[in-house]
């Protein structure tokens, strides 16, 4: 059955003046004339028998139709050239993996150890891609995605790789020379919050004894990226977990204030798509990362 999908060009002309709202520099972005341009838009009119542009005078503006279009559209062209480059990079190759991850982890602790993987599969290309909150991996070319919570996740299976124990810490620059309940001042001055872990501050004051509080005060930030540069910044007293902030304690912009820790509830797993569980690639991937779990055990 032959489909109704209108032409290429067409659909680039309309997709970059929606963009645009302008004929001349949708003509100037695709190196065609603004006539070429205007004539592949009223094709696409034609075929599709709905009007996308109101145009008074020499002003042009999507209708409601055609704004919705334009939104869906560009979303199956940025999808389209994903797949022709992941296509494209698979050319010679051992293949290739799409990983998920979240920012902070994906950046700090996944992504530095790639290169073992690299050493015994040079020829596999590991893409990364920052995802914060969990996704259906139909409808995705996701392969694998490191995540944070519990090991449910519908339609795919979980490996766990390990816990999270968080311990305060802040920048030196907040620290004052008495060190004799320097702690709890600097928790009331002003805690610093991970949206992802809001019941964390309560777990760590009441196992150490400090019940007086307002637990829920202070700044929230969406990612531990952004909760470890408030930190530094001398903005407050954060929790969190030595393996994300190694560089940082290393360099002394931050220092850990006690080394009583709080288990975080939940852990980190590398959950995958229950029909792909089998594949060689993916088993090679899941298989080195558990091997990098434990020397990251072992080395805790």
């Not at 055609?66 to 559209?73: F, L, Q, T, V």
């Amino acid at each position: 059955m032959r489909r109704r999908i209108p032409s290429m060009n067409a659909l680039l002309a309309f997709e970059a003046t929606a963009r645009h709202e302008s004929i001349t520099r949708a003509a100037n972005e695709l190196s065609l004339t603004e006539s070429a341009v205007s004539r592949q838009i009223s094709l696409l009119e034609d075929h599709l028998s709905v009007r996308l542009f109101n145009r008074v005078k020499k002003r042009l503006s999507l209708t409601r139709a055609g704004r919705a279009y334009a939104n869906d559209i560009s979303r199956t062209l940025e999808r389209l050239e994903r797949d022709t480059l992941k296509v494209m990079s698979l050319e010679g190759a051992g293949g290739n993996l799409e990983i998920a991850a979240l920012p902070t982890v994906g950046s700090s602790w996944l992504v530095p150890r790639l290169s073992s993987f690299y050493e015994q599969h040079p020829d596999v290309t590991i893409n990364v891609s920052a995802r914060s909150e969990r996704f259906l991996f139909d409808g995705t070319d996701i392969d694998g995605a490191l995540c944070f919570g519990d090991a449910n996740w519908p339609g795919a299976l979980s490996d766990f790789l390990f816990e999270e124990d968080l311990v305060p810490v802040a920048s030196p620059k907040i620290l004052t020379g008495r060190r004799s309940g320097q702690l709890e001042r600097l928790i009331r001055t002003r805690m610093l919050h991970l949206k992802t872990r809001p019941g964390a501050w309560q777990a760590w004051c009441l196992a150490n004894g400090l019940s007086d509080l307002n637990f829920m005060s202070g700044p929230r930030f969406e990612i531990q990226a952004m909760l470890i540069g408030a930190a530094c910044a001398g903005q407050g007293v954060a929790l969190l977990p030595e393996f994300l902030i190694e560089a940082e304690l290393r360099s002394g912009a931050l220092k850990i204030l006690s080394d009583k820790a709080v288990r975080s509830k939940g852990a980190y797993y590398f959950a995958y798509p229950e029909w792909r569980a089998d594949e060689p690639l993916l088993k090679h991937f899941r298989t080195w990362l558990q091997d990098q779990v434990r020397l990251f055990r072992g080395a805790e």
